[in-house]
């Protein structure tokens, strides 16, 4: 699966962004896809997933309430609706897939097989 991330880009702290994951080849049928966000200095965290069974969602408890994670598999994309955006979600957001995650292992990087290239979010005045 090759994926590919759009909607990045710079906003005014308060605003919102879509961003959206594609795969240019393969499909994420059957495939839980996550969201993990890396700031500059620091580890890539966790922000989103949604899994393939059920489309049971998992978020970091700093976005809950303004992020959402949804999947349309007729359009073969995965989307992380970002509303109420601070400062402090400035960082390149990454899309990642993989099969058989276990539900202990959601939030965990190394559970994912499948990387996009990352796209940037900046959130500043």
């Known amino acids: 699966v090759q994926l590919v991330e759009s909607g990045g880009g710079s906003v005014q702290p308060g605003g919102s962004l879509r961003l959206s994951c594609g795969a240019s080849e393969g499909t994420f049928s059957g495939y839980t896809v996550g969201w993990f966000r890396q700031a500059p200095g620091r580890d890539r965290e966790f922000v989103a997933a949604i899994r393939s069974r059920g489309g049971t969602t998992s978020y970091r408890d700093s976005v809950k309430g303004r992020f959402t994670i949804s999947r349309d598999n007729a359009k073969n994309a995965i989307f992380l609706q970002m509303n109420s955006l601070k400062s402090e979600d400035t960082a390149v957001y990454y899309c990642?897939?993989?099969?058989?995650?276990?539900?202990?292992?959601?939030?965990?990087?190394?559970?994912?097989?499948?990387w996009g290239q990352g796209t940037q979010v900046t959130v500043s005045f």
């Open positions: 990642a897939a993989g099969s058989g995650i276990i539900l202990s292992e959601l939030t965990s990087a190394r559970a994912y097989a499948y």
